[in-house]
């Protein structure tokens, strides 16, 4: 993986992410706080979902373990994003790509993985895709249960002692499906569990309409190409998208090794 973007100082990376520590238990909120669009879950997961750390490495998704020599690229995104993160507020981050099968899921399970390993505040992830999830297939969880009222499942997952909290849409739903919606569910997720940090798992710009949508929510963008496999058209298309102020970090996945 290649950061296209000028490497900067840490700094101090815990400092800015300071606020309440994960924990098992998280505040609640009531879905009736929130308008109607919003992607009501249980809002108090109780139980931890261990994963298997062979299973995660296999498939790439190795930053919950520091000493990977992977690791180093995206804990430098990671601190590259924080140190521009302007305001006390959850810093809102989505993570796509221009077209499938560039790595994106990957590129957003490992950044937050990343984030949660500093241990300095709350990280949460949110599948906004359909029930074909990668990202559920990626961390090898069963599919959510069917039934009940509620859109969406929220739950905790641990690789190696390293946690953050993965919202994930329900068998048969189509992931969160617009701009109203996905608002209200981070406001929900918010109220819940205060979280620091916010990853949205976006499906790829130029296959979805939700995504170019979707897009606009975030305060910084993590747009994955793959080599060889992106074209430059592609690439063009997609800077359109973007808000003129959103920060935007681009990642080039499938790169060779360049003997650094």
Do not use: W
């Amino acid at each position: 993986m290649k950061l296209h973007n000028s490497i900067r100082p840490r700094g101090r990376i815990a400092d800015r992410l300071g606020g309440p520590q994960l924990t098992d238990a998280t505040q609640s909120a009531s879905c009736a706080d929130v308008s109607e669009h919003a992607l009501c879950f249980p809002l108090s997961p109780t139980h931890v979902h261990p994963l298997s750390a062979t299973y995660l490495q296999q498939r790439r998704v190795i930053a919950f373990c520091p000493d990977h020599r992977v690791t180093r690229a995206y804990d430098v995104l990671r601190n590259q994003i924080v140190n521009h993160q302007l305001g006390p507020a959850a810093h809102v981050l989505a993570v796509t790509a221009p077209t499938p099968k560039t790595g994106s899921s990957v590129t957003a399970l490992n950044l937050a993985f990343s984030f949660a390993r500093l241990a300095a505040g709350v990280i949460a992830l949110i599948d906004t895709g359909d029930k074909t999830s990668s990202t559920t297939n990626l961390l090898n969880l069963s599919p959510p249960a069917k039934g009940g009222s509620d859109r969406g499942e929220h739950l905790i997952v641990d690789a190696a002692g390293v946690r953050f909290n993965l919202v994930r849409p329900r068998p048969g739903e189509i992931g969160i499906t617009g701009h109203a919606e996905l608002a209200d569910s981070i406001e929900l997720l918010k109220q819940a569990i205060s979280p620091n940090i916010i990853i949205l798992d976006l499906p790829p710009l130029l296959r979805s309409d939700k995504a170019v949508q979707l897009v606009s929510r975030a305060d910084s963008t993590v747009l994955v190409l793959a080599s060889n496999f992106t074209t430059r058209s592609d690439f063009d298309i997609c800077r359109t998208f973007f808000p003129s102020d959103q920060r935007l970090q681009v990642v080039l996945n499938r790169a060779r090794r360049h003997g650094l």
